[in-house]
């Protein structure tokens, strides 16, 4: 490719970006790339998937009439060809071609050569892009790279468009969305029938739908307060930093105060409210349309200017968020929608009035999908096409079992999840005997299981449901949901709760495990890849100050109960460990001397969740107690697949043979060195995962509370030889998806089969 190609494609990207609506980036595609190849034609086809045709949604060079109201069915024409190829066409004489269409409305037979390139998103034809010429040459292998790299770009921008909902070509003109169904990712199983309420994230202006104002006045007022503190804001700013930064160094300030005066953008975005729009779609309409005149100026300082436009206006948005809480109201079976919902934003909610769970982003085991998993929420994700805003008060049935989206649902349909409804219900009364039941296979082997918390409600239904300790308190979680970091007294009151109510009985709990999907809202982290980055003990031994704060209050609230456990999360070497336990033994002699109180030192483990530590179990079974097994990241470490990216969801699986090979081998290390190790991961709540890890050796399992009662009977029903037997068979396996098949087979044909999700599927 060309430089000027490059520059070129930088240019239409740049101003894609920057554009308003879908049609607006399409018209400057079809326009800029006509200009750049210097061609007569260059058309954008999207495939409305409801009607299965080809929509003319944007052209230089055919009859302008035709744009919006051309189109081809899935299969007819050249454009049809490119499709059902998915491949690249290039001919010299489009016109002879037997798969020419002729189509009068666009004028389309005066042009000889043709191009077309498919426009694919996630392995799926979203449209086509084509140029055509009234000359008779074939186009070069620079103009198919080209086209290729914008195709590539414009597929994002579709798929974008399809998510928020700005894209109207497949959706009826009235009444919301039609009956359509969606797929994603299952996060959480369950099914739920109800209506969407959809979660907007907070000052994200590409995020805010049209929608009409109830009340113009109201929204008048809602304005006017956040103007006003806004500007108090800004001059906030200005006076703090007046020893920080020079006089021209703050004119920004400046500038924005001007922006916010009374005849400039207020004025602009008061007239769309007086017209009918809400106060927050009037803003982004307003910064947009500035947006895009800044960004087409050649002046690169004007140009840069377009962030600062921005930044004001997430700042309105923000405060007239602040002061709209009308999305916090949930009624009974309120299903949430979003992009993303962060972990703080769900767990803020009432969730006893949450029916699902579903997000167009994110990945099954992401951090709010283990929590929605503990609170028994089905869950839905990576559901990418979503019509996110023309969602809100619209039914919809959620199989969270197939990962499905119903939205409109017809009432056969809703007839049919009802029923199904009842079955989850009667198994999850069947369920209850297992409560005071052990976990004893019929051939009389014990396996302790012990209950994942975070939350309070994980505790209740922990000890309800007879779990025989914790093995996993997620000490992130109180973090979460506070705006700043919690005091050392305000911590040990917290953890105090959690060891009472399971007093007797082991509590492990982990320290502070932030990073990758688990921000705190006050001390965000930003990393290409955190995944691999900043977080788990990285992050806390980097800053002793809060590490040291929160072992102090887990020792003091441990005193009198004695059944503190601490395990380290993301450890990588043994010098992590070395450093730790020096300052455990500082703080542990420092809370004796404080509270004049002898303190039982709690017992020490690690995570193994980075594959480096499965080599060096030796050398950490010197220093450490037990050693605590995070399925979650281990696989995904493993298998180099990120559990929060539905590009590769379907890659990402504990039956795969390399993950039970490293688990079985761990066990059998740990076991040399007389030291536990246990599950604490998704994988130990998956009842035919757990009977695998019964059979390895593990000395207990740890899983979200909603599934205790499942994996006991499952191994109630399951003896020991059995499940042995099942394990030496798929350890010979190479296959994730036959070992899976291998285990519901087990279980269908001995009694077992409502413990299989698949099971309770729909076909529909």
Not at 251 to 272: G, Q, W
Not at 371 to 381: E, Q
Not at 465 to 478: D, N, Q
Request: charged residues 25%; hydrophobic residues 45%; negative net charge.
């Amino acid at each position: 490719m060309s430089n000027m190609q490059l520059d070129t494609l930088r240019r239409i990207v740049q101003e894609i970006n920057a554009s308003v609506s879908l049609h607006d980036s399409l018209d400057i595609m079809v326009n800029h790339v006509a200009d750049a190849m210097h061609v007569d034609v260059c058309s954008i086809y999207l495939l409305d998937e409801r009607n299965r045709r080809y929509v003319l949604m944007a052209s230089k060079g055919l009859k302008p009439e035709a744009v919006g109201t051309v189109s081809l069915s899935v299969g007819e024409g050249l454009v049809g060809l490119v499709g059902q190829r998915e491949e690249i066409v290039n001919l010299d004489n489009a016109p002879k071609h037997e798969r020419f269409a002729y189509l009068p409305e666009t004028g389309e037979e005066l042009f000889n050569s043709f191009l077309g390139v498919p426009v694919m998103y996630r392995r799926k034809v979203m449209g086509v892009l084509v140029v055509q010429n009234k000359e008779s040459q074939d186009f070069s292998e620079a103009a198919e790279s080209f086209l290729v790299t914008l195709c590539a770009q414009l597929s994002g921008v579709i798929a974008h468009a399809h998510a928020v909902g700005n894209i109207d070509v497949f959706r009826k003109p009235s009444n919301g969305p039609s009956y359509k169904t969606f797929q994603g990712v299952s996060g959480a199983g369950g099914v739920a029938l109800g209506r969407a309420i959809v979660l907007y994230p907070p000052a994200d202006l590409a995020a805010i739908p049209d929608r009409e104002a109830e009340d113009i006045s109201d929204e008048l007022e809602l304005l006017d307060q956040a103007i006003a503190a806004v500007r108090l804001e800004i001059q906030s700013l200005d006076e703090k930093m007046q020893d920080s930064l020079m006089s021209e160094e703050r004119a920004l300030f400046s500038v924005f105060l001007r922006m916010l005066d009374e005849n400039a953008l207020p004025s602009e975005i008061k007239d769309h409210i007086r017209a009918g729009s809400w106060a927050q779609g009037a803003v982004r309409k307003v910064i947009d349309k500035h947006v895009a005149l800044f960004a087409q100026m050649e002046d690169d300082y004007l140009r840069e200017r377009v962030s600062d436009l921005k930044d004001l206006g997430r700042r309105i948005l923000a405060c007239l968020q602040e002061n709209d809480t009308s999305h916090r109201e949930l009624s009974p079976d309120s299903i949430l929608i979003g992009e993303e919902i962060s972990t703080a934003a769900l767990v803020e909610l009432p969730v006893d009035n949450i029916a699902a769970i579903v997000t167009s982003e994110g990945a099954a085991n992401s951090h709010m999908v283990i929590v929605a998993r503990a609170l028994g929420i089905p869950t839905v994700v990576g559901v990418t096409e979503l019509p996110i805003t023309t969602l809100d008060d619209i039914e919809m049935i959620v199989d969270a079992y197939q990962g499905r989206v119903f939205v409109n649902p017809p009432r056969r349909l809703r007839q049919r999840y009802k029923e199904v409804q009842k079955e989850e219900e009667q198994i999850a009364k069947d369920l209850k005997q297992y409560e005071t039941k052990d976990a004893i296979t019929p051939d009389g082997v014990s396996i302790p299981l012990f209950v994942n918390t975070g939350l309070m409600i994980d505790v209740v239904r922990g000890v309800q449901r007879g779990a025989k300790g914790v093995g996993l308190y997620r000490s992130e979680i109180p973090f979460m949901l506070r705006e700043r970091f919690p005091g050392e007294e305000e911590q040990r009151a917290i953890y105090r709760q959690q060891l009472s109510h399971f007093a007797n009985k082991p509590v492990i709990m982990r320290t502070l495990d932030i990073g990758a999907d688990k921000d705190l809202p006050y001390f965000s982290i930003e990393e290409e890849n955190s995944a691999l980055g900043w977080r788990g003990i990285r992050f806390t031994l980097d800053h002793p100050e809060i590490f040291s704060a929160q072992i102090r209050a887990m020792l003091k609230a441990s005193i009198g109960l004695n059944n503190l456990h601490i395990l380290l999360p993301m450890v990588t070497s043994v010098s992590e460990v070395e450093e730790v336990l020096y300052l455990l033994e500082r703080d542990w002699i420092a809370v004796q001397e404080e509270e004049q109180v002898k303190i039982t030192k709690p017992k020490i483990g690690i995570m193994v969740e980075v594959p480096s530590v499965l080599l060096q179990i030796d050398e950490f079974a010197e220093l450490v107690d037990f050693f605590s097994v995070g399925s979650n990241d281990l696989t995904q470490y493993l298998l180099a697949v990120d559990r929060n990216n539905p590009h590769v969801a379907n890659v990402y699986s504990h039956f795969h043979p390399s993950v039970l090979r490293a688990l079985k081998r761990l066990v059998q290390d740990c076991h040399i060195h007389q030291k536990p190790v246990s599950v604490c991961g998704e994988m130990a709540g998956d009842p035919l995962s757990a009977i695998l890890l019964m059979a390895m050796g593990f000395n207990t399992l740890s899983m979200s509370s909603s599934n205790i009662l499942r994996v006991r009977k499952a191994i109630c029903h399951v003896p020991m030889t059995d499940a042995k037997k099942l394990l030496d068979d798929v350890l010979q396996m190479n296959n994730p998806l036959v070992i899976k098949s291998w285990l519901e087979h087990y279980f269908k044909t001995h009694g077992l089969a409502d413990m299989v999700k698949s099971n309770r599927m729909l076909n529909v």
